[in-house]
């Protein structure tokens, strides 16, 4: 078991915990720019996950994922940096101080939740690798061990899953390095141990179980861009009220909500998710249609 798992003051649990089990985390302190806006009930944020290494239905991941082997966990950060390294979980969890972060997500599906994430910026870890000149966006590769994963192969996308971001939106504050929620350490469904959150993009760009991270000069391919030729998914992948999907509206999304309906009556998206004033400056001058 990594010592991450039971550092006295940040961690307890009440019987011995597995890289499966969630548990408790302390010490957390509450960010300050968190939405207001209700919670989505844990129980429908871990029941109802696009995870596609453990099936495309939605409540595949939470059936599949359940012996999800995620300790010990190593990510490992290269490419254009002065420092690169591998940081085991023990490390990230120490990094900087954990916080609570209550964000809404959008997925490009049309549906949203508000999920009170646990983490630090992403920032933290881009200074310490010191990024060189030369680089100018960030690549991020998740797990994907058959063996662990054998519904992979149906997945219907290229594995293992490829997200990226530019190197200034990967530097912005809102863009979170997430290791727990609703008060735990990460469930296997939504991610485990230790996944990316941004708050502005679609929810495939904040991808799930990290385990590489590569700064780039040339902008990465991600596995979205790869399906249907590039035209149903881009890079930027910015929540745009906008600009559709080619097969749905991008104007207004389902929340995901308490009782016993999934979906609670349609609201209007917003621009940039409601962060524009936190992000759109990253985009002046960029035409949102094209650059989608």
């Known amino acids: 078991m990594e010592a991450y798992k039971k550092l006295p003051g940040l961690l307890t649990s009440a019987h011995a915990a597995s890289g499966s089990v969630p548990v408790k985390l302390n010490g957390v302190t509450k960010w300050p720019g968190s939405t207001t806006e209700p919670e989505t009930p844990i129980e429908k944020v871990t ?49 900087a101080p954990l916080e609570e972060r209550i964000y809404r997500h959008r997925c490009v599906e049309a549906w949203s939740i508000v999920v009170p994430w646990i983490g630090y910026s992403f920032s ?13 966006y960030v690549a991020f590769e998740t797990y994907y061990d058959p063996r662990q994963m054998p519904l992979g192969g149906e997945a219907g996308i290229q594995l293992p899953y490829v997200e990226g971001l530019r190197l200034d939106e990967a530097m912005n504050p809102l863009a979170l390095l997430c290791v727990g929620m609703y008060d735990e350490t990460l469930p296997n469904q939504d991610g485990a141990p230790v996944r990316m959150v941004i708050p ?80 759109a400056s990253l985009y002046a001058g960029m035409d949102l249609r094209k650059n989608f």
């Open 124 to 136: 933290t870890i881009v200074k310490l690798v010191e990024p060189t000149p030369k680089a100018k």
């Open 47 to 95: 029941t109802y996950n696009n995870y596609y290494e453990f099936g495309t239905d939605k409540d595949d991941p939470s059936k599949n994922a359940r012996n999800f082997v995620t300790s010990p966990w190593t990510v490992s950060v290269e490419g254009e940096v002065a420092k690169p390294r591998k940081f085991s979980m023990d490390e990230i969890m120490k990094l």
């Open 200 to 279: 502005w993009k679609y929810g495939f760009k904040s991808i799930k179980s990290l385990v590489k991270i590569r700064f780039m000069k040339d902008q990465p391919q991600t596995t979205w861009e790869m399906y249907a030729g590039g035209s149903e998914y881009g890079f930027y992948a910015n929540v745009n009220p906008n600009v559709d999907h080619p097969r749905w509206s991008q104007a207004s999304e389902r929340r995901l909500g308490p009782g016993s309906g999934l979906f609670t009556p349609k609201i209007k998206t917003q621009m940039f998710n409601g962060y524009g004033d936190q992000v």
